[in-house]
Nanobody
Framework: QVQLVESGGDSVEAGGSLRLSCAAS????????MYWVRRAPGKEFEGVSA????????LYNDFVKGRFNISRDNAKDTLYLQMDRLQTNDTGIYYC?????????????????WGQGTQVTVSS
């Protein structure tokens, strides 16, 4: 059974930093791309960042480029998101997610698992 457990969310002032973690279990972690997505209050889910199986390829949504850094430790089955220079519009619930099948280029690729989320609140 796939489990994704996020942690590290907190309330911080604008300009501050947080490091989110996602502990994964129930699947072969190093075979899957992993993602961070978020949902701001009153808004739809939006993709934040993605990382390839070996961590060498990373993708960021424009609104976090230069401020956030995604990484993974395959020895610990853990995904991370270092968030610096936080802004008030970064407030939301952050989720880690995986897709299936392992190859994200396949036409049938879809997200299939999410954690419970961790709350990030940034105040001005």
């Amino acid at each position: 059974q796939v489990q994704l457990v996020e942690s590290g969310g907190d309330s911080v002032e604008a300009g501050g930093s947080l490091r989110l973690s996602c502990a994964a279990s129930g699947f072969i972690f190093n075979k899957y791309w992993m993602y961070w997505v978020r949902r701001a209050p009153g808004k739809e889910f939006e993709g934040v960042s993605a990382v390839s199986t070996n961590g060498e390829n990373v993708l960021y949504n424009d609104f976090v480029k230069g401020r956030f850094n995604i990484s993974r430790d395959n020895a610990k089955d853990t995904l991370y998101l270092q968030m610096d220079r936080l802004q008030t519009n970064d407030t939301g619930i952050y989720y880690c997610s995986k897709g299936t099948p392992p190859d994200p280029s396949r036409s049938d690729y879809a997200f299939d698992s999410w954690g419970q989320g961790t709350q990030v609140t940034v105040s001005s």
